[in-house]
């Protein structure tokens, strides 16, 4: 079955890196974007952006440009999301999601939906002083 | 980038019917995929599409879009239904945005 792993807690002091794994497994890892998403204490899901690990393309949000990177390791199926300069209000747990997608048709045409099939355990980040 | 809303919270007696919707200039999409998520656990897809549920999750769950308002419905809320509930929807680019959240309570 598909499985999403990742790496464990971390706790980062405000202006270091971090850098999370996520490692694949089940299915073709190159077959299917991997993006990452992030939910801090108490709030709400918010997407930081895609990996295509078959190219290694990526596209951010805005958000997190210039501060985020995306990487892979296909000969493990691995990949990482890396968060620089991180604040205390980087403090979330971390998942990464598999997407997936489907067409519908709608009005006489076929539409597509993207959706995130498989989900990580999730990577609690803490940063702190 | 613009915010797609949905109620904070609802409230269902249990066996009965609640409807959850995402609301937002910024939709992007026809269709949103819907995610459930219980306190310490990852998201967990319940709908996706035009009123697709991936296997294992119960026919009480349903999806419909009425001119830019996706929603979810729960028929026959059960106890294990309470949890938070988010939709997503995609643009051409790939770029998610997910709504702001829904907490579902089942009396």
């Known amino acids: 079955q598909v499985q999403l792993v990742q790496s464990g807690a971390e706790v980062k002091k405000p202006g270091a890196s971090v850098k999370v794994s996520c490692k694949a497994s089940g299915y073709i890892f190159t077959d299917y974007f991997l993006h990452w998403v992030r939910q801090a204490p108490g709030q709400g899901l918010e997407w930081m952006g895609w990996?295509?690990?078959?190219?290694?393309?990526?596209n951010y949000a805005q958000k997190f440009q210039g501060r985020v990177t995306m990487t892979r390791d296909t000969s493990i199926s691995t990949a990482y999301l890396e968060l620089t300069s991180l604040r205390c209000d980087d403090t979330a747990l971390y998942y990464c999601?598999?997407?997936?997608?489907?067409?519908?048709?709608?009005?006489?045409?076929?539409?597509?939906?993207?959706?995130?099939?498989?989900w990580g355990q999730g990577t609690l980040v803490t940063v702190s002083s | 980038s613009s915010e797609v809303t949905q109620d904070p919270a609802v409230s269902v007696a249990l066996g009965q019917t609640v409807r959850i919707t995402c609301q937002g200039d910024s939709l992007r999409s026809y269709f949103v995929s819907w995610y459930q998520q219980k306190p310490g656990q990852a998201p967990v897809l319940v709908i996706y599409g035009n009123d697709n549920r991936p296997s294992g999750i119960p026919d009480r769950f349903s999806g419909s879009s009425s001119g830019n308002t996706p929603s979810l419905t729960i028929t026959g809320a059960q106890a294990e239904d309470e949890a938070d509930y988010y939709c997503d929807s995609r643009d051409s680019s790939g770029c998610h945005v997910f709504g702001t959240g829904t907490k579902v309570t089942v009396l």
């Open positions: 990996l295509n690990p078959n190219s290694g393309g990526t």
């Open positions: 999601a598999r997407e997936a997608h489907h067409y519908d048709l709608w009005s006489g045409s076929y539409v597509a939906t993207y959706y995130f099939d498989n």
